[in-house]
């Protein structure tokens, strides 16, 4: 059984910065891709960045040079830098796997920024 939990949200101040974490626990295919994606109320849930297991990244055009998403397969680790955050990244953020195209969700971390 896959589980993803998300930690690291919060309350931070436009311009600010945060560092997102998913743990993974249960095993699965060593071929996937790891992501971060958010969602506000009334809109659809958005891809923010995604890390394949050979490391190759894709982020968002409103998050480029902003985010860095990485991953620690050693520890089952999903990370997400974010920094020079804006009032418009307030939103609640899920991390997700996807392998043999199956998607595995956590339950998501509010992080809200300030103006």
């Known amino acids: 059984q896959v589980q993803l939990v998300e930690s690291g949200g919060g309350l931070v101040q436009a311009g600010g910065s945060l560092r997102l974490s998913c743990a993974r626990s249960?095993?699965?295919?060593?071929?996937?891709?790891m992501g971060w994606y958010r969602q506000t109320p009334g809109k659809q849930r958005e891809l923010v960045a995604t890390?394949?297991?050979?490391?190759?990244?894709n982020y968002a055009g409103s998050v480029k040079g902003r985010f860095t998403i990485s991953r620690d397969s050693a520890k089952n680790m999903l990370y997400l830098q974010m920094n020079s955050l804006k009032d418009e990244d307030t939103a609640v953020y899920y991390c997700?796997?996807?392998?043999?195209?199956?998607?595995?969700w956590g339950q998501g971390t509010q992080v809200t920024v300030s103006s």
């Open positions: 890390i394949t297991s050979g490391g190759s990244t």
């Open positions: 997700n796997l996807r392998v043999l195209s199956h998607d595995y």
């Open positions: 249960g095993s699965i295919f060593s071929i996937n891709i």
